[in-house]
């Protein structure tokens, strides 16, 4: 046995009668799409239903599956907490879930907090659920800050469990779509709102799930999106599998995209492995890339190459351009893998000889230092993506409107507290937004006061 379906649905509490009081008459074809899903969902009696939530305990390196035998959960925090649940885990699905986990070096699995309160992430689709079915154990499963790739890989982990325990299951992916729809939303309007739900329901629409791979993580952010990575999961749980799938509705009337899908499995299909093809093009993408790196990035790559595999630091190369050998500067080194940060480390003034040799000390705290980070392992080097950045000597400046997010890196020091943010990083669009970024980066409050300096960067990419 294997996932029967999958369904992608919002959690708005307000849906809830009893917390919307009438007020969830607004999204009347959300309540009548969510109820026909849950007709859906009795007619399978599945044993068992996945739900993943970006509401349950998240980590931005493991997938949470929460612990224990059983858990409850009202919407007391609602002021409706006469609707409560108290529900079953299928402890035997999460072994094999967590097994899995373990064999493949996966970073997912029972650990860390332990609370035993359902999630309104959790709740809301239960509240459904329960109107016409109950005889089911759960997972509840949160989301991390791990790349697109890896929820993907994780539904695939999640739907080979099913398989290898012969469970009836239904996967119910939570998550609302964009917060930015409407100047009367919570969050506002952003552009990249009606976008991004366009753009999900539509890809939702075909089951067109190596698209959702695509999605940039500064676009989903503009966005306000809250269940992406719920719905990447899904995709992988239906990985190599031809897909029926049916759009019941989609609403933005609160400012906030209601979306519900359904997904059925109905053969296999070799032509819908669509992490293997993502990736297969990620690699090739990264060694064209590679292949034209320029002096700078080919040093800090090669750097990081030796010093991961061999513990080696290299020489300064012949090759080294005269720049690098004979002029001192501060250099940053960033590493992404998959789109995500995955190490920066640099110096804003020089502290070694010559630029080559900063390079190389930076390339090499980047990769095994950055507190933030794990090391670098041997078999993620070819996943990498290096930039360097070359900075100009910093000048102080009187205030912020000496600054240009483009163009200007700043410094914001107070006392010996400085927290520092390089030009043009996707995501910070605003000289407000990058100050205060610096400023918490420094451990420096906004009621303190604080010096201001710039610097200019040749990046390297």
Known sequence: MSVIAAYMVPHPP??????????????????????????????????????????????????????????????????????????????ELVKAVCGLAKEKDFPAGELGERDRQLDHGTMVP???????????????IGLSGLSLAKHYEFGMILRQAVEQTGRRTVLIASGDLSHKLQTYGPYGFAPEGPEYDRRIMD??????????????ESFCDKAAECGHRSFVILAGAMDGMSVETKVYSHEDITGVGYGICSFRPTGKDEERRFLDRYRAAQEEKLRQKRSGDDPFVRLARETVESYVTERKL??????????????????????????KLRGCIGTFLPTKGNIALEIISNAVSASTRDPRFDPVRPEELKWLEINVDVLSAPEQISGRDELDVRKYGVIVSCGSRRGLLLPDLDGVDTVDEQVEIAMKKGGIRENEPYTLERFEVVRHT
Request: overall charge negative; proline content about 5%.
């Open 203 to 216: 890809t939702a629409g075909r089951a067109a799930f190596g698209e959702m791979l695509e999605f940039k």
């Open 14 to 91: 307000m849906i809830v009668p009893q917390v919307g009081r009438g007020s969830e008459k607004q999204i009347l074809k959300t309540i009548q799409a969510y109820e026909t899903v849950a007709a859906e969902i009795a007619e399978i009696r599945p044993e068992t239903i996945i739900v993943t939530s970006p509401h349950v305990v998240m980590y931005a390196d493991y997938f949470h599956i929460s612990p224990g035998k059983q858990a409850t959960g009202d919407f007391g925090r609602f002021r409706a907490p006469e609707v409560s649940f108290r529900v079953r885990y299928d402890t």
């Open 126 to 140: 239960l509240y459904f659920v329960e109107q016409q079915y109950q005889d089911y154990q759960l997972i509840r």
């Open 314 to 339: 290299p020489n300064v190369p012949d090759w080294a351009t005269a720049e690098m050998k004979q002029e001192r500067a501060g250099v940053f080194v960033s590493i992404h893998k998959e789109g």
